[in-house]
C-alpha cells in the first residue's frame, strides 16, 4: 500500500569534492531532478557520523542518502573507505531498529558525474516513496499509556 | 550572546527569480526565522555584484550583524566573494555561510511552488548552521626554500631548472642510473622532426652541473614526513657498487665487463648493456652502476674485472644503500609513465610474433644510437621492410584495456610512418580509430604524411596473425580489419607490424601516491587539484604534479608542466608562508582516553599518539580537514572546524524544520 | 578436492562418444570422481538461446538447479562439452547479473519443483580441471608413453575462451591451455595462430558455404605449418573439422588429409591405453598415419556403413561446388 | 532540621539500592546528615504522605529507574515538584538502561512474552487488567507505557549518576558532596551536569596496552581463546565498549578480563551513544571491500544489543520503530 499524495523529505550528505561538484553540475546543465532532497556539504563522505543519519531520520527524514567519490578516488585517498565500513554497520543497526535499511543508501558520484547524481536522486526519492513515510515524529502518540482494551487486543 | 544574522536572497536574474519566489523566501526568512536571530532579510538582483556586497557591508555595521547567510549561487563560486566583503566590513570570514538555491533549486525545479518552499528549507538550514560557526583564523606556515623534484625526465628536469635558475636550491631524485627519462630513448620528436637527444642532452647536462641542484640518481624516495612549508624526506641511495669520488666515467669498467644482459630499460629489450653500466652514451650523471641481479662476481663470488681494470679504484663492492634526509618546503612529482604491456592484447601477436614490435622498441630500432644504428630491420636483425603497418590505439580508447586516450599514439604513429618511409621506402600502412592531431603544426605533419604516400586504414585492427589464407599472404603478417570508410573487411599483409602503444600511469603510482599523500583517479593518474584551473596542484598542499604522472601528454605538454609546477612553487618560496584553510580536526586532551581508535584513519599521518601521555594528538598543518577521525572518535573528543558536528546537526535540524513540510 | 559434478551432454552419448570412451580411461589414472548429474537434459546447444531466451535459459537452469540439489560435498560441475559449458556458465552468470531472468527462469523451474540460487555453483570444463586442478605435474607422471614426435596443432575452438566470466583462461584469444597438456603428454605441439577461430559451428547445417571456409583456414593452416594432426576440446568442432573435411575438401577441390582427436584420447595414448579403448579409430579422417609416426598402430576397424537410403523419391542432382562452378566457368 | 532525602525505584532491577547499601558506612553520613522522608525499598511510606509536602521541600531526590508506566510517570512527576535536587540515578533513569531493550518490541509482544510463553501455562489467557472490582472495591494496576523513556525525558532533571548501578565510591564521593554544599563548604555543579563520573572514557581508565587497531575478524570473547590478559579486547577483535563510555567505574569490566558493556553511558557531550560505537567498530575493521566488510560484520550478530545495551531509550531513535507503531 503506498500513499500517493506522500512526499518523502531526504537528506543528502555530499562530499565537497565530488558529488557536490556533481550536484552543482546537475544544476549548471540544468537536469531536473526530484526536489525532495536537501543537501550538506561535508568536506568528505569519512566525515559522515552516523549520529548524522540517525538524527535526520528521527527529526522528520524520511530518507538519508549519502554521496561520496568512487572508491580509489577520494580527494583524502582513501577516507570513502571508511563512510562505507560505517554505512554498512549503520544499516545492520537500523535494520536492528525495525528501518528498512534501503532508507539509507550510500552513492558514489565523482564531480563529472551531475547525471548520474540527478537520476540516482531521483530513483531514490521514488524507492522512498514505496517504502512510505518513516513518522518518527508523530509525538501524539509516542508516548501514549496502552489502554486496556488494546493491551488485550495486542496480547490475543 | 544571541545572534544577529543577515540573510541575503539573490535574484541572480532570473536564474534564481525565474523559478524561485525570492521575494517570500526573503519576507519568510525575516517573519519565520526571527526567533533564531535574522534581523534583517534582503532579497537582490545580483548579490555578487559590488553593490550587493556593499549592500551586506553596510548591513553589519549598521546593523551590527554577526553571522550572514547569502541565498545564492554554489559555495564553490562566491563563497570567497561574500567572505571577503564580511572581511571588509569587519566580520570574521567564516561566520558567512552560502545556502545554493541556483545549482541545487532554481536549476534543476521547475514546479515555482516547491522550488520556493525548498529554497526556504535550504534557507533555513543555512541560518540553524551559521550560528553554530566559529569565527577563525588561517593558519600560517613558513615555507623551507628548498624543492624536491622527483623524476628526470624532461618534466622533472624542466621544473628542477626553472626553480634552480631562480635561485632556490633543489633536490632532483631519480631511480634510474641516469636522468632523461623516455625522451632520452626517442630518436625524433613529432611534429618538428628534431633530434631528441640533441635537445635533451643539454638541458641534461644543464640539470648535473648546476649548482643549485643536488642531482641523485639511482635512487628513490622512502618516506616523506611533514607538510607543506617542512617536508621532511629520507631518500635511499641505492648502493652503485662504483665509488663516485673516484670515478671519472671513462667507461674502461663497462668495456672489460664480460657479462652481457638484455637492456630492458633504455633499450626497450632490443639491445644489450653490461653487468656494470651507464645506460646511454650521454647519460648525466656519468657514473655507471653495477646490476647485482646479473654481475658474475655477485653470482658466483668470482670475476671483478672491473675492479681490476679501472685505472682509479672506484669500483667498491662494499657499497651499500644510503638513506639521507632532506628537508624541503614543496615537492613536485614528475614520475612519468609505463608503456601500456603490448602482449596483454594477444590478437595482435606481440611476444609471439617475431616481426610485431612496440613504439619503444621501434624508437629504439630507429635511433642512430640503437642497436641496429638507425637501420629499420626485421627481428632477424638484417632484412629490410618492403611493407610496414602501424597501429593506432594499443591498449587505448578500449574498454578491456584503457578507456582513455594516451594522447601521443597518433602523433608517434605518424612520425613511424615518416621514418619508415624515409628510411626503407616501404609501402606504409597507418591503421587509426580517429585521427588525433590538435596542437601547434601537429595537422600540417599529418597532412606531409599523407603527401608521402603512406596509407591510411580507419578501422580498429582486429587481428594480427600469420596464418595465411591466400598465396600473396603467405611468410608475411596479415592485418584483419575492418575498413569503415571503404565498409569492408581488409586483409593487409605486411612485413612488419608497429603497436602505437598507450602510455599507463607507472606500476607503483598508487604505492607512491600513498607515499606522498596524494590521490590516484580510478585509471591510476595522479588527481589534480582542479582538472581546469588547478592541473599541476594536488588536493595535498605542496605537492605538485607535472608531466605524465598527472596523464598523458606529450614533451611541449610535459615541459609545459614543469615550468607550470615550478612557478607555483616559486610562488610558495617567495611568499614565505603559506596560509592554510582553517578547516582542521583537534583533539580535546581532557577527553581522549588514548584508545588509538582514530590513529590508523589518517592518510596524511597527521594524527600522533603521545606514548608518555597516552593521548592523541593532531598536527594542525598536517591535517588537511577531511573530518573522518572527527566522525570516528568513539568519545567524542576530536573536533573540526568548519564543519563540527554543531554546525552539521543544527543544519540538520533547520532543513527539516516542522513547519517546512514540503510540497 | 578431487570430487566433481559431472554434466556430460548430448554428444557425449553419440558423435562424441570417442570423447567419453576416453574421459572415462583417464580418470581413475587422475585420481578424479566425476558423479554425474541424474536425469540432466540438453543444454540447448548453440541455436536454442538464439530463438527464445526464457525457455532457453530454463532448459540450462535445469541442470543447474538438479546439480545444486545434489551437491554432493562439492560445488563444481564439469562439463566436457564447450557448448554445455558455455550455456550453463552462461545461465548462472545473466541469471545473477540480471535478476529479473532469474527470477523468471526460476518461476518456471518452480513448476518442476525445482530452483536455482545463481553463483551457488562452479561451472568448469574439462581441460580447465585438468590443468588448474590436477596439474600438470600430475598428468606428466602419468605418462608412459610420451607423444613425442608427433606434430599436433591443438585446437581449443571458439566457445571455450569466450566471454570468460570468471577469468579461467590464460588469455582470451590465445589460450595456451591445450598447448600445455599436450606439451606434458611429450608431444611436438605447433603454434596454432588458429587456434580459438570458429569451426563454423551449427553453419554446417544452415549455411554449408561459410562452414566450410571457416573448416579450410582451419585444415589449410594446420597443414601448413606441418601438423599430422589436430587435438581439441570441443565435440563440436572435432565433428566439424572430422565429418565435413571430406565435403569441404570436395567444395575447394583440395585434397587435406587432417585427423582431429580429442584431447583426451592422446592423453589415454599417452598414459598406455590401446587406441582401441579410445574410440581411436572411430574418426572419418583416419588418425592412422598420424599415429604411425609415434609407433602406434591403428587397427582397422569395420566403420559401420551408413544406413542405405531406400529408394522413394526421384534422384536428387549433384550438389553445386564453387570448385565445379569455377571449372564450368572457364569453360 | 535535617535537609530532607528521597529515592526511588521506577522500571528497574533495585541493583541501585543494593549499590546505596554498598557504601558500607557512609550511609550511617546519609542518615546523619539527612532526614529520609521516602525511600519504599527500605522504609513505609505513603504516596499520599509525598503529596501533602509542599513543593520543593525534599532537597536530594535520588530517582532509579525508567519511566514504562502511568504510575512511574506519576512520582516521577510528583518527585520533581517535591525535590530541590533531583538527580537521576543510574543507568535505568539516565538512558533507560536493561529495561529499555524491551523498547526492540511493541507493548503487545512484551505482554504476550511475560504472560504466554513456552514456559508459562496461561490455560484461562487470563492477562493483567488495569482495574479490577472486587468486593472489596476496585484494584487497581498501572498501565504499561508504549516505550520506556528516560526519566529526563518525562521531567526536568538536575544532575545524572550513571552507572549499573552507580559505583559505590562513585555514590560516597556525591553524598559527601551534597553534605559539604549543605554546610556551605563546596558549591554544586552547574545543573544538567553528569556526576559521580568521568569526562573521558573507559579506556583511559583501562590498564590494557593499546596499538593502532586493524580488525580482520571480531568474536565474542568466549570464543577467544585464550584472551592476552593485557591487551586491549577491541585489538583483540572482541566488541567492548569502553571506547565510547564514560569513565569513573576504573574500568572494572576490562580489569576482570571482560570486554566493557557500556554501562555509564555516552562520554561528555556525546549526542548518541551507539552511532559513536558504530564508527568505533567500523574504523577499525581493516578491509575495503563490501563483501569482505560485510563479513567481518557478521562477528557482531546482534548490532542494536551490542551499542545500545544500556542506552536504547536514550538515543535519538530511542525505540525499535514496531514499538512506536502500535496503535
Known amino acids: 500500500m503506498t500513499d500517493t499524495t506522500f512526499e518523502p523529505t531526504i537528506i543528502g550528505f555530499t562530499c565537497n569534492w565530488c558529488s557536490y561538484r556533481a550536484a552543482d553540475l546537475a544544476g549548471t546543465a540544468r537536469m531536473k531532478y526530484a526536489p525532495n532532497v536537501r543537501l550538506i556539504r561535508l568536506m568528505c563522505s569519512g566525515r559522515l557520523d552516523p549520529t548524522f543519519v540517525l538524527r535526520a531520520l528521527s527529526q522528520g527524514a524520511d530518507g538519508v542518502m549519502i554521496t561520496g567519490c568512487h572508491p580509489g578516488e577520494c580527494h583524502y585517498i582513501e577516507q570513502n573507505y571508511k563512510a562505507l565500513r560505517r554505512y554498512l554497520l549503520l544499516k545492520r543497526v537500523l535494520k536492528g531498529m525495525g528501518i528498512e535499511p534501503e532508507r539509507v543508501k550510500l552513492v558514489w558520484a565523482s564531480a563529472a558525474e551531475g547525471a548520474k547524481f540527478a537520476a540516482e536522486t531521483t530513483a531514490f526519492v521514488e524507492e522512498i516513496r514505496k517504502l512510505g513515510p518513516l513518522h518518527w515524529r508523530k509525538k501524539s502518540d509516542q508516548f501514549s499509556v496502552i489502554s486496556e482494551a488494546e493491551q488485550k487486543e495486542v496480547a490475543a | ?663 | 578436492m578431487n570430487k566433481y559434478l559431472f554434466y556430460p551432454g548430448c554428444s557425449m552419448e553419440s558423435s562424441a562418444k570417442a570423447y567419453m570412451e576416453s574421459l572415462n580411461t583417464i580418470l581413475e589414472p587422475l585420481d578424479l570422481h566425476f558423479e554425474e548429474i541424474e536425469d540432466w537434459n540438453c543444454c540447448g546447444a548453440t541455436e536454442y538461446l538464439g530463438i527464445n531466451l526464457i525457455p532457453a535459459y530454463s532448459l540450462i537452469a535445469r541442470n543447474l538447479a538438479l546439480a545444486s540439489k545434489q551437491k554432493n560435498g562439492t560445488r563444481t560441475v564439469v562439463a566436457p562439452c564447450s557448448a554445455c559449458y558455455l550455456n550453463l556458465a552462461k545461465a548462472d552468470y545473466y541469471m545473477q547479473e540480471r535478476p529479473s531472468l532469474g527470477e523468471k527462469v526460476n518461476e518456471a523451474l518452480q513448476a518442476g519443483g525445482l530452483q536455482y540460487t545463481p553463483g551457488t555453483l562452479d561451472v568448469r570444463h574439462l581441460i580447465d580441471i585438468l590443468v588448474y586442478d590436477v596439474g600438470l605435474e600430475a598428468i606428466r607422471s602419468q605418462v608412459i608413453r610420451p607423444l613425442t614426435g608427433l606434430r599436433v596443432a591443438p585446437y581449443m575452438g571458439c566457445m571455450l575462451p569466450r566471454p570468460d566470466y570468471k577469468h579461467r583462461w590464460s588469455d582470451h584469444e590465445h589460450p595456451t591451455e591445450l598447448d600445455d597438456v599436450l606439451r606434458a603428454l611429450g608431444a611436438d605441439v605447433i603454434d596454432y595462430p588458429l587456434t580459438t577461430s570458429c569451426c563454423g559451428g551449427h553453419m554446417t547445417q544452415i549455411g554449408p558455404e561459410t562452414a566450410f571456409e571457416l573448416i579450410r583456414r582451419l585444415v589449410a593452416d594446420a597443414d601448413e605449418r606441418s601438423a599430422q594432426m589436430m587435438a581439441t576440446v570441443c565435440p563440436m568442432c572435432q565433428m566439424n573439422v572430422d565429418a565435413y573435411q571430406n565435403e569441404m575438401n570436395h567444395y575447394f577441390g583440395t585434397d587435406y588429409h587432417m585427423p582431429i582427436l580429442f584431447f583426451t584420447q592422446l592423453m589415454g595414448l599417452a598414459f598406455g591405453r590401446e587406441p582401441k579403448e579410445l574410440g581411436i579409430g572411430a574418426e572419418l579422417v583416419s588418425s592412422r598415419n598420424a599415429l604411425a609416426n609415434i609407433g602406434v598402430e591403428v587397427p582397422v576397424t569395420q566403420e559401420p556403413s551408413a544406413p542405405k537410403k531406400k529408394d522413394e523419391g526421384l534422384p536428387m542432382p549433384r550438389r553445386w561446388t564453387k570448385h565445379e562452378g569455377k571449372k564450368e566457368a572457364v569453360k | 532540621m535535617k535537609p530532607k532525602f528521597a529515592m526511588y525505584w521506577a522500571a528497574s532491577c533495585g541493583g541501585c539500592e543494593i549499590a546505596v547499601l554498598n557504601t558500607h558506612e557512609k550511609i550511617l553520613d546519609v542518615d546523619a546528615n539527612f532526614d529520609v522522608v521516602f525511600w519504599p525499598v527500605a522504609m513505609d511510606a505513603k504516596y499520599r504522605d509525598v503529596e501533602a509536602m509542599e513543593d520543593g521541600s525534599i532537597l536530594l531526590t535520588l530517582f532509579n529507574g525508567g519511566i514504562r508506566n502511568d504510575e512511574n510517570e506519576h512520582i516521577a512527576k510528583l518527585l520533581r515538584q517535591k525535590s530541590k535536587i533531583l538527580v537521576a540515578f543510574g543507568s535505568c533513569a539516565c538512558e533507560g538502561c536493561i529495561p529499555g531493550l524491551a523498547n526492540l518490541s511493541p507493548v503487545g509482544e512484551i505482554v504476550q512474552t511475560a504472560f504466554h510463553t513456552l514456559t508459562t501455562d496461561n490455560l484461562h489467557e487470563l492477562y493483567p487488567r488495569s482495574s479490577f472490582d472486587v468486593p472489596e472495591g476496585e484494584l487497581y494496576i498501572p498501565k504499561l507505557e508504549k516505550v520506556l523513556r528516560p526519566l529526563d525525558h518525562v521531567v526536568d532533571v538536575d544532575y545524572y549518576m550513571p552507572g549499573c548501578p552507580p559505583e559505590s565510591h562513585q555514590i560516597a564521593a556525591v553524598v559527601d558532596l551534597v553534605i559539604k554544599v549543605v554546610k556551605g563548604e563546596a558549591e554544586l555543579p552547574p545543573k544538567g551536569s553528569v556526576i559521580g563520573a568521568g569526562d573521558s572514557t573507559v579506556c583511559d581508565e583501562c590498564p590494557r596496552a593499546r596499538n593502532v587497531k586493524f580488525i580482520k575478524q571480531f568474536n565474542r570473547i568466549q570464543d577467544v581463546a585464550p584472551v592476552d590478559p593485557t591487551l586491549c579486547l577491541l585489538e583483540q577483535g572482541i566488541p567492548c565498549n569502553g571506547p565510547a563510555t564514560r569513565s569513573g567505574c576504573n574500568a572494572r569490566c576490562p580489569n576482570a578480563g571482560a570486554q566493557c558493556i557500556g554501562c555509564y553511558g555516552p562520554a561528555e557531550g556525546v549526542l548518541d551513544y551507539g552511532a559513536r560505537l558504530i564508527t568505533a567498530f567500523a574504523s577499525v575493521i581493516d578491509a575495503n571491500d563490501p563483501d569482505e566488510i560485510e563479513k567481518i560484520l557478521d562477528g557482531i550478530p546482534d548490532p542494536v544489543g551490542q551499542i545500545y545495551r544500556f542506552n536504547l531509550a536514550g538515543s535519538l531513535l530511542k525505540a525499535n520503530r514496531e514499538a512506536w507503531k502500535v496503535k
Not at chain 2, 543555512?126 to 593558519?139: F, G, K
Not at chain 2, 646490476?291 to 679501472?310: M, V
Not at chain 2, 614543469?562 to 611568499?575: E, N, W
Open chain 2, 1 to 663: 550572546m544571541t545572534e544577529r544574522i543577515g540573510v541575503y536572497v539573490c535574484h541572480c536574474g532570473s536564474n534564481i527569480a525565474g523559478v524561485v519566489d525570492v521575494v517570500d523566501v526573503a519576507n519568510w526568512a525575516a517573519e519565520k526565522l526571527g526567533r533564531q536571530g535574522v534581523v534583517i532579510a534582503r532579497e537582490y538582483k545580483f548579490m555578487c555584484s559590488s553593490l550587493g556586497q556593499e549592500l551586506i557591508e553596510k548591513d553589519i555595521k549598521e546593523l551590527r550583524l554577526t553571522r550572514i547567510v547569502v541565498a545564492a549561487c554554489s559555495p564553490h563560486l562566491h563563497e570567497k566573494t561574500f567572505r571577503i566583503a564580511a572581511k571588509n566590513a569587519g566580520l570574521n570570514p567564516y561566520l558567512v555561510e552560502l545556502a545554493s538555491i541556483r545549482e541545487q533549486v532554481s536549476w534543476v525545479h521547475t514546479d515555482k511552488t516547491v522550488a520556493t518552499q525548498k529554497a526556504k528549507a535550504v534557507v533555513s538550514g543555512a541560518v540553524s548552521r551559521v550560528i553554530e560557526n566559529q569565527a577563525l583564523d588561517e593558519l600560517k606556515v613558513p615555507i623551507n626554500p628548498n624543492t624536491l623534484v622527483v623524476g628526470g625526465g624532461i618534466a622533472g628536469i624542466q621544473a628542477a631548472l626553472e626553480i634552480a635558475n631562480a635561485g632556490f636550491h633543489v633536490y632532483l631524485v631519480e631511480r634510474e642510473p641516469s636522468i632523461g627519462g623516455h625522451m632520452a630513448q626517442f630518436d625524433k620528436t613529432f611534429p618538428t622532426l628534431d633530434c631528441s637527444a640533441c635537445i635533451l642532452t643539454p638541458r641534461m647536462v644543464e640539470a648535473g652541473t648546476h649548482p643549485n641542484i643536488t642531482l641523485m640518481t639511482w635512487s628513490e624516495v622512502e618516506k616523506v614526513t611533514g607538510y607543506v612549508g617542512s617536508f621532511n624526506v629520507t631518500i635511499r641511495k641505492k648502493a652503485r657498487f662504483v665509488n663516485e669520488e673516484l670515478c671519472t666515467g671513462c667507461g674502461i669498467c663497462e668495456e672489460k665487463c664480460p657479462k652481457k644482459v638484455i637492456d630492458d630499460v633504455y633499450e626497450a629489450g632490443l639491445g644489450y648493456r653490461k653487468a656494470v653500466y651507464t645506460p646511454f652514451a650521454q647519460a648525466v650523471p656519468k657514473y655507471p652502476v653495477m646490476d647485482t641481479q646479473n654481475c658474475t662476481y655477485f653470482l658466483k663470488g668470482t670475476c671483478k674485472a672491473c675492479e681490476k681494470f679501472c685505472p682509479t679504484g672506484a669500483i667498491d663492492f662494499n657499497q651499500t644503500d644510503q638513506f639521507i634526509n632532506v628537508e624541503v618546503g614543496n615537492i613536485i612529482l614528475a614520475t612519468g609513465y609505463d608503456l601500456f604491456d603490448a602482449r596483454k592484447v594477444s590478437n595482435y601477436g606481440y611476444g609471439r610474433l617475431p616481426n610485431v614490435f612496440t613504439s619503444l622498441e621501434f624508437e629504439r630500432l630507429s635511433n642512430a644510437a640503437g642497436p641496429t644504428n638507425g637501420n629499420i630491420v626485421l627481428r632477424d636483425g638484417k632484412t629490410t621492410p618492403q611493407s610496414v603497418g602501424i597501429i593506432h590505439c594499443v591498449g587505448s580508447r578500449d574498454r578491456n584495456f584503457n578507456n582513455y586516450c594516451s594522447v601521443i599514439c597518433c602523433m608517434q604513429g605518424l612520425k613511424f610512418a615518416h621514418l619508415v618511409h624515409e628510411r626503407t621506402g616501404a609501402t606504409v600502412y597507418n591503421f587509426y580509430i580517429d585521427m588525433r592531431t590538435a596542437y601547434k603544426a601537429y595537422d600540417e605533419f599529418y597532412q606531409r604524411v599523407l603527401e608521402e604516400g603512406t596509407l591510411f586504414v580507419r578501422g580498429k585492427v582486429a587481428e594480427v596473425t600469420d596464418a595465411a589464407r591466400h598465396s600473396n599472404e603467405k611468410g608475411k603478417l596479415i592485418i584483419q580489419t575492418e575498413d569503415t570508410l571503404a565498409g569492408k573487411q581488409r586483409r593487409i599483409p605486411v612485413d612488419m607490424v608497429i603497436l602505437s602503444s598507450g602510455l599507463q600511469p607507472r606500476h607503483d603510482a598508487k604505492e607512491v601516491g600513498k607515499l606522498f599523500g596524494i590521490s590516484c583517479s580510478t585509471d591510476g593518474w595522479f588527481t589534480e587539484k582542479h582538472p581546469k584551473l588547478d592541473p599541476v596542484a594536488t588536493m595535498t598542499e605542496g605537492i605538485y604534479i607535472a608531466g605524465c604522472a598527472q596523464g598523458p601528454k606529450d614533451i611541449p605538454s610535459s615541459v609545459a608542466q614543469g615550468a607550470a609546477a615550478s612557478a607555483r612553487v616559486l610562488d610558495k618560496i617567495l611568499q614565505k608562508e603559506v596560509a592554510l584553510e582553517p578547516v582542521r580536526a583537534s583533539v580535546d586532551k581532557e577527553k581522549c582516553s588514548g584508545c588509538r581508535i582514530c590513529n590508523g584513519l589518517c592518510p596524511y599521518h597527521a594524527i600522533l599518539f603521545l606514548e608518555k601521555e597516552q593521548v592523541t594528538e593532531i598536527n594542525l598543518a598536517l591535517c588537511q580537514g577531511c573530518g573522518t577521525c572527527v566522525a570516528a572518535c568513539p568519545a567524542g573528543a576530536i573536533s573540526g572546524t568548519g564543519f563540527s558536528n554543531e554546525q552539521i546537526l543544527a543544519q540538520i535540524d533547520g532543513l527539516l524544520m516542522e513547519n517546512l513540510e514540503m510540497v
